[in-house]
């Protein structure tokens, strides 16, 4: 390795948006008044654009910070400056490296150079002659954090926004010292919570505050004078005043300390595996670093880190997770394909609900709270409506107990929600959604008895999973302003939205129907009125094959684990029990008469339902699941079993047959939304890249449709 | 209503203020919001005063000339909430133009004589970069038609010069002389440290530059000559005599002072740098307005009871050199008199307008400090459109055994 390696590397991204390295000379300020002790570089990094575009690491970024801070050991080694500091543009430190950048890398030998570029930079922070400062003033994700813990010493802002080791989740490690530096700073147990806790749940991240108690910084300012008491503190400590690190592990480690790393290891494997199955390779090569990490000494651990960073940046998972995190989640979900014109979109400020069942109470809470304007509910009778109102304000009071809502908004929310038997109580709503019983002849009853009393503008929206929007729209007088509007349970927890289009849908109710999601803070997916739409399609094809194994003789365990490479967020039984059985049988019987075979109507299961059984395990008091004889005895089998190999491949190709069919019906715009849908409303992993990469890289596609789902460019 | 109504003691317990930046795009805070600056003053006098609970504070009183952009939406008020003051800490805004500060510390300092206020935060701010002097007023029309006010009132350098006509005696080589002493005067109180340590460092951020830390004024031209002043144009009148260098410049910074009750002072362990006397406020002719002074202290002196030569201190604002020269003038004090701005003045320094007024008491309680000997200073200034501001206050180090530092000088008339 050598700086011309890294030239090179540069080389490769002209094209990078380049966090720039400003030097400042600083007279940093004497303590108490004294007069000031020197010079102090400081450094901004800055890619000189508003903070909509957060800073970022690329090779091009990586050799000029390199160069500022080489410069700077120079200037200390002649006596010119006596510290140097790294803080960020507003809000930002920064927020790690150019995923874009690091996915294009084309072998491994140039992730080899970008993960030892980072440590050939970062070292120099800790190496200047005089000590470093980093001045944590926003946002600091990944390798921006790992700035700070190259460094002699960290401030952090009770501003800023999120700090995180997100390595794991995106398929990498925390690879330019933070696996290293970081167990060593807060602690093995804090350093597993903060690598791989947070970052496989749903990457969270920590607030400026939290940083601080962990021990990640050393000092915690606000932001209205955040750098001025940083550099004023900078100044104590290099006046010799002494930084404290409660929870900071030395060297040799002690009988207590070898003793917490162990156990803050074993506790990251249980995490790993009941969270991912261990399907995606990252988190397992961070714990790897972790446990090996105890007894390396700080060149040997960056040497490894080096390593599995060149590893891992050549994994599909690790190109399929920046797929979905970066290109999907962050980019596609903000800007819905064929979503029409937003400006076409009629104001809501008034919505109706019809019903006032479960799913009717979190509609209602969620639009009250979120649109923060007049709900409705009405039912057949004052007692149904009583009961769906007194849930929604018994959820207020919930969240009001929590902290969540203030009392001020708790009361608004309530006061926004009231119920009515009569649908005259609609007459001035802009938005009218039914939570009825999931029966056609039901709901177009319901929407005919709405449309005599709204305007002709009211948008109808109707929250079927697996009824024909067309049909239902069949005989109104203003069929243009029916959608689906699709939620998936629970309502305020899942983010996902699919938007139905039927035939006679125009642009005006479907522009609203995507604003009205939007400030109900849903992603938003347009889907072509098509039985079940996309997640349930996909995930009861998959469940249909699984239960069709499983009556053709596979055996149980072999059934419901078959699909674990995949590191689906539940097994299919767990699954099947949650949504429940009836309402699966239900779905997946409309789709069998939609198209046919490929969805297999399992007699087990009716037997199930019949007998009024909730799920097929039995878990013991060690854990371990079962299934009762007693519910054995009411299944019968075939005798063709599957070994768990033959059912992933089956389930890959029904996946791959399924999706295929769908793109070709037009369901959706393309691939994209089908994984999207299936992140955001099954929770399916990202390192899958939703399921399309995922099929295309396990030969699906090219086996049942003869082509890749994502063609390479 | 309050029964037995006293009149209460008024201290002047701290004063910070921002190093002063040459308004403009080159300037320092050319990137830097007003209401930030003002924020920063009113954190750094809260470290400097720990034993001040905060929810004490009674009112936060913030000058503006300009009150509008990040100016505007109540300063007072908003500067409070964005220093992190309780919210039950109420402010507000407050302009009379070069007297803004002064005008806030004297508003609030007779809410506290009254009983209405504890302890209360005063300051002001002028960002001349984001607000050049008389951007977007709309003068009366009735002020030329009837001539309320002569048009060449209305620029601050017109007035200047009409004050040249008005004192033949105030030559241009007066003024210049007098604008190279306060150079020298700011660079030595430099020098002593005597401005620093009232300084509240302020991080700025240039576009493609990087973050700085802004710890002096940007102002000041040490080292300046008379011959240097002597080739500068007079933008004001053709072959005139005010310019640039004998003038304060456009400015931008802000200053935040803290006042209490005496007893308050007390109570809460406070530091008491200054005792105020009394203070007031005079009109003059629009088109001089750089006399205002004089009626200012007439006035005040007559409330104090006092006279001119009780006087042993005077932080004059030197919006001109020829206001401060006729001032001097009239009072028969000398142009050098070591009484007089001893840490040189606005024509080094800065005037940023609306905050100036509090930058002239944080000298005043310093150099009361360092010389006990003096018993009363007093703080003042001309104010556009006509009107002076003065402010006196009592040295609490006083002692009359002391001999002062200076009294030695020629010139001293106390």
């Not at chain 2, 000058?63 to 800490?89: F, Y």
């Not at chain 2, 018993?375 to 002062?404: D, K, Q």
Request: net charge negative; charged share 20%.
């Amino acid at each position: 390795m050598s700086a011309q390696d890294f030239h090179q590397l540069a080389a490769l991204f002209p094209d990078e948006v380049i966090t720039h390295s400003h030097v400042k000379d600083i007279a940093l300020p004497g303590v108490d008044g004294a007069p000031s002790a020197g010079t102090f570089a400081l450094i901004t990094l800055d890619n000189a654009l508003d903070h909509r575009r957060p800073s970022t690491l690329g090779p091009n970024t990586l050799v000029e910070l390199g160069t500022a801070l080489q410069e700077q050991r120079e200037r200390a080694k002649r006596g010119e400056i006596i510290g140097v500091g790294v803080t960020g543009k507003p809000y930002f430190l920064v927020a790690g490296a150019d995923l874009s950048a690091v996915k294009s890398l084309k072998d491994r030998q140039s992730g080899l150079w970008m993960a030892q570029l980072g440590h050939d930079v970062y070292s120099t922070l800790n190496d200047l002659g005089v000590p470093s400062f980093v001045f944590i003033n926003g946002l600091a994700l990944g390798g921006g954090l790992e700035i700070a813990l190259n460094a002699n010493y960290r401030t952090v802002s009770t501003g800023a926004g999120a700090l995180g080791l997100p390595e794991a989740f995106l398929g990498l490690v925390p690879g330019w010292g933070g696996v290293y530096l970081l167990p060593r700073l807060i602690g093995p147990s804090n350093a597993v919570t903060v690598m791989l806790e947070n970052a496989l749940s749903n990457n969270r991240t920590l607030s400026g505050p939290a940083a601080y108690k962990l021990g990640i910084a050393d000092a915690l300012f606000e932001p209205a004078d955040f750098l001025e008491q940083s550099l004023t503190w900078a100044a104590r400590v290099l006046a010799g005043e002494e930084v404290s690190r409660p929870n900071a592990v030395s060297e040799p480690l002690s009988e207590e300390n070898s003793a917490a790393w162990d156990a803050a290891v074993e506790r990251a494997k249980k995490f790993v595996e009941a969270k991912t199955s261990n399907a995606a390779p990252a988190p397992a090569r961070v714990i790897e670093l972790l446990e090996e990490g105890k007894h390396f000494t700080k060149a040997q651990s960056f040497a490894a880190e080096d390593e599995a960073l060149a590893d891992l940046m050549a994994t599909p998972q690790f190109r399929d997770t920046v797929y979905a995190f970066l290109d999907l989640v962050q980019k596609r979900a903000k800007r819905p394909a064929g979503a029409p014109d937003a400006k076409l979109a009629r104001p809501v400020t008034k919505v109706g609900v019809v019903g006032a069942g479960m799913m009717a109470g979190q509609f209602a809470l969620l639009f009250a709270r979120q649109l923060k304007v007049p709900v409705v509910m009405t039912d057949i009778d004052a007692a149904r409506v009583d009961k769906g109102v007194g849930y929604v304000h018994g959820e207020v009071d919930k969240l009001l107990a929590k902290g969540r809502l203030s009392q001020d908004a708790a009361n608004r929310t309530k006061a926004l929600v009231t119920g009515s038997v009569s649908k005259e109580a609609f007459a001035d709503a802009d938005f009218v959604i039914e939570a009825v019983f999931e029966e056609l002849n039901v709901k177009k009853a319901v929407f005919a008895e709405v449309e005599a009393i709204v305007s002709p503008e009211c948008i109808l929206a109707t929250n079927t999973s697996s009824l024909s929007v067309t049909a239902m729209a069949a005989d109104l007088q203003h069929p243009e302003r029916l959608v689906g509007f699709h939620f998936f349970n629970p309502v305020a927890v899942m983010p996902l939205l699919e938007i139905v289009r039927a035939p006679k849908t125009d642009d005006a109710a479907l522009a609203t129907a995507f604003a009205t999601a939007k400030a109900l803070r849903k992603t938003a997916v347009l889907v072509k009125d098509a039985a079940a739409f996309v997640v349930n399609r996909v995930l009861l094809r998959l469940m249909a094959e699984v239960s069709a194994a499983f009556d053709e003789g596979t055996d149980a365990h072999v059934a419901d684990n078959a699909l674990r490479p995949m590191g689906l967020p539940m097994t299919p039984f767990t699954l099947l029990a949650m949504v429940g059985i009836p309402v699966a049988q239900h779905v997946t019987e409309s789709l069998h008469a939609a198209f046919g075979e490929r969805f297999h109507v399992s007699a087990n299961q009716q037997a199930l339902i019949d007998a009024g059984i909730k799920g097929l395990w039995e878990t013991a008091p060690d854990g371990s699941v079962s299934i009762p004889a007693s519910t054995l005895a009411l299944l019968s089998f075939g005798n063709s079993p599957s070994t768990e190999q033959e059912l992933l491949l089956k389930t890959q190709d029904a996946l791959a047959e399924e999706i295929g069919l769908m793109l070709a019906e037009g369901v959706v715009a393309g691939p994209e939304d089908i994984d999207l849908c299936m992140i955001l409303g099954a929770g399916w992993p990202m390192h899958l890249g939703g399921i399309t990469p995922y099929l295309d890289r396990v030969g699906a596609s090219e086996r049942v449709n003869g082509k890749l789902f994502h063609p390479a460019a | 209503m309050s029964q037995n109504r006293q009149i209460r003691d008024v201290v002047f317990v701290d004063g910070v203020r921002t190093p002063f930046g040459r308004a403009g795009e080159k300037g320092i805070y050319a990137s830097t919001r007003a209401d930030d600056l003002v924020v920063k003053c009113i954190r750094e006098l809260m470290r400097r005063n720990p034993s001040l609970p905060p929810e004490r504070i009674d009112e936060v009183a913030i000058a503006a000339t300009t009150q509008t952009g990040d100016q505007g939406l109540t300063i007072g008020r908003t500067a409070a909430l964005l220093a992190g003051l309780p919210q039950s800490v109420p402010g507000f805004a407050i302009d009379r133009m070069c007297a803004g500060a002064m005008t806030a510390v004297t508003t609030t300092a007779s809410g506290i004589g009254f009983g209405a206020y504890d302890v209360v935060i005063a300051g002001g701010v002028e960002h001349m970069g984001h607000h050049p002097m008389g951007a977007g007023s709309d003068p009366n029309p009735r002020f030329m038609s009837e001539r309320i006010v002569d048009p060449a009132a209305l620029n601050m350098g017109n007035t200047a010069e009409n004050l040249h006509d008005r004192f033949p005696a105030i030559t241009k080589d007066r003024t210049d002389a007098y604008a190279v002493a306060s150079q020298n005067k700011l660079a030595a109180a430099y020098a002593k440290d005597q401005i620093q340590p009232d300084l509240v460092p302020v991080a700025t951020l240039k576009p493609e530059q990087g973050w700085t830390l802004n710890t002096v004024d940007e102002p000041p031209r040490p080292g300046t000559t008379v011959a240097d002043l002597a080739a500068l144009k007079t933008p004001f009148r053709a072959h005139g005599r005010v310019t640039a260098g004998n003038a304060a410049g456009l400015n931008d910074g802000a200053t935040v002072a803290l006042l209490a009750s005496a007893e308050t002072a007390k109570e809460l362990g406070l530091p008491v740098k200054m005792r105020l006397v009394t203070y007031a406020f005079a009109g003059v002719a629009p088109e001089v307005m750089g006399i205002g002074p004089v009626p200012a202290t007439e006035k005040a002196l007559k409330l104090a009871g006092l006279s001119i030569g009780d006087i042993g201190l005077f932080e004059i604002n030197e919006a001109f050199a020829v206001q401060v020269l006729s001032f001097l003038d009239h009072y028969g004090i000398a142009d050098d008199d070591p009484r007089v701005n001893r840490y040189g003045g606005a024509i080094a320094v800065g005037h940023p307008l609306a905050s100036s007024g509090v930058r002239l008491m944080t000298q005043l309680a310093r150099q009361f400090q360092e010389d006990p000997s003096v018993r009363y200073g007093l703080t003042t200034m001309c104010i556009g459109l006509g009107m002076g501001a003065t402010v006196i206050w009592e040295n609490p180090h006083f002692n009359a055994t002391t001999t002062s530092a200076t009294s030695t000088t020629e010139g001293s008339a106390a």
